[in-house]
């Protein structure tokens, strides 16, 4: 069964710019959710779609969104691009129903904002 | 607002020992604690997963308790080996069962041969 595939690896960009990063879930799973990881705040979590619904958002300021096709697949979007978005940004799916069922992360895109 | 402090930040122990990693967290109204490797540049690999009704889960040479009530874990490796090289973060769902984990800091792991 094939993981959790996150595209593309490194994204390089500028200030001001916007970037779509894109998560295909494992072949079943649900919900999909994002997280952010950097050296000085660590893993902070973003987002959960399921069912191509919205289902809990963390504490991030609007110019990060999200979305989720029929098929699972997840968007992430950052526009007006900071400094300080520079960081992993990691995709996770699970099955979905509120279950002890584990995450399972993909290899993440590194994003480098100059 | 929960809170996850794992310690030490950093541990390095020669090859065949064992060791304990630490996990505490600040609101116990948790749905589950879970253990996470991550191998540099890469994502997150998950070890174990234990229920808030469960006290511990073993794989393997890892072990895991839960002391919900004091908001404690650990995470116990033993035998190390230089493939256990990895930062290795805790993190805890929230009761409402939804997929929002809090992490804690990690701790980075060398295991010398």
């Known amino acids: 069964k094939a993981g959790v595939t996150q595209t593309p690896r490194y994204l390089i960009k500028t200030r001001g710019q916007q970037v779509t990063l894109s998560c295909s879930p494992i072949?079943?799973?649900?919900?999909v959710s994002w997280y952010q990881q950097t050296p000085g705040q660590g893993l902070q979590f973003l987002f959960e779609?399921?069912?191509?619904?919205?289902?809990n958002k963390g504490n991030f300021p609007g110019r990060f969104s999200g979305r989720q096709f029929s098929n699972s697949r997840s968007e992430m979007n950052v526009s007006t691009l900071e400094l300080g978005d520079s960081a992993l940004y990691l995709c996770?799916?699970?099955?979905?129903?509120?279950?002890?069922?584990?995450?399972?992360f993909g290899n993440g895109t590194r994003l480098t904002v100059t | 607002k929960q809170e996850v402090t794992q310690i030490p930040a950093a541990l390095s122990v020669p090859e065949g020992e064992n060791l304990v990693l630490n996990c505490s967290f600040t609101?116990?109204?948790?749905?589950?604690l879970q253990w996470f490797r991550q191998d540099p540049g890469k994502g997150l690999t998950s070890l174990l997963l234990?229920?808030?009704?469960?006290r511990e889960q073993t794989s393997g040479r890892l072990n895991a308790s839960l002391d919900k009530s004091s908001g404690r874990s650990t995470l116990y490796i033993a035998a190390s080996q230089p493939g256990d090289s990895a930062t290795y973060l805790c993190?805890?769902?929230?009761?409402?069962?939804?997929?929002?984990?809090?992490f804690g800091t990690g701790t980075r792991l060398l295991v010398s041969p």
């Open positions: 609101d116990s109204a948790i749905y589950n």
């Open positions: 234990i229920q808030s009704s469960q």
């Open positions: 072949s079943g799973h649900r919900s």
């Open positions: 996770a799916s699970s099955l979905g129903q509120v279950d002890n069922s584990p995450l399972h």
């Open positions: 779609y399921f069912s191509e619904t919205q289902r």
């Open positions: 993190a805890v769902q929230g009761d409402t069962g939804f997929q929002k984990l809090v």
